[in-house]
């Protein structure tokens, strides 16, 4: 018995492994960082479809502070709110700064999670809000073959945040992530872009 459940704990602990060893960072990789990310951008992707079902998503983003409480968590609402920039990571900022009642979150050292890595406009939206970390998890590259939206060019972002304080991880808990992209898609929900 005891030999089954050593068995397992081992393959629990490769499995847990294996899904996170493509994380990417902009400081050294702090594992117990990495696990507080996932558990919590594996829950942003289960609300996923509650947030697609009233017409929002598909990326759902929240922030929490250093003691590990929930400020807001929110999903973008382009479509439904019939606004460009309300992507997830902006709406999150934008609700966070009107709970806090202030402009600069830098005070209060949040984290931003996110289930997709942020677009261009989201990048300056984080770097003006003070946010201090930010982790995600599909990276551009994907999100832009599965769906087809312009994540936008972004040369050089891990280490310009670097340069301001802000600490990064990326491809945290990928394939939930990219599943739930795949069913944005094959549900034939908008992918939403300027017309050129
Ligand atoms: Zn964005």
């Given at each position: 018995m005891k030999k089954i459940i050593l068995m397992a704990f081992i393959a629990l602990f490769c499995f847990s492994n294996s899904v996170n060893a493509k994380v990417i960072s902009n400081e050294k990789i702090d594992n117990a960082k990495v696990?507080?990310?996932?558990?919590?951008i594996a829950d942003l992707q289960k609300d996923m479809q509650n947030f697609t079902k009233k017409g929002?998503?598909?990326f759902v983003a929240a922030i929490y502070d250093d003691k590990g409480n929930l400020i807001v968590k929110v999903a973008n609402s382009v479509v439904n709110e019939q606004c460009s920039n309300n992507h997830a990571e902006m709406n999150a900022i934008k609700a966070a700064e009107k709970k806090l009642g202030t402009f600069d979150l830098a005070p209060y050292n949040l984290k931003l999670y996110v289930t997709a890595e942020p677009c261009m406009m989201c990048l300056g939206g984080i770097m003006w809000s003070g946010i201090k970390e930010v982790y995600y998890s599909v990276p551009s590259k994907s999100v832009e073959e599965i769906t087809g939206f312009d994540e936008g060019f972004k040369p050089?972002?891990?280490k310009e945040f670097k340069k301001r304080g802000i600490i990064v991880y990326g491809n945290i808990e990928t394939e939930l992530g990219e599943q739930e992209l795949h069913n944005y898609v094959n549900n034939g929900k908008k992918i939403y872009k300027p017309s050129r």
């Open positions: 696990e507080t990310a996932s558990k919590i929002s998503g598909p050089h972002w891990f």
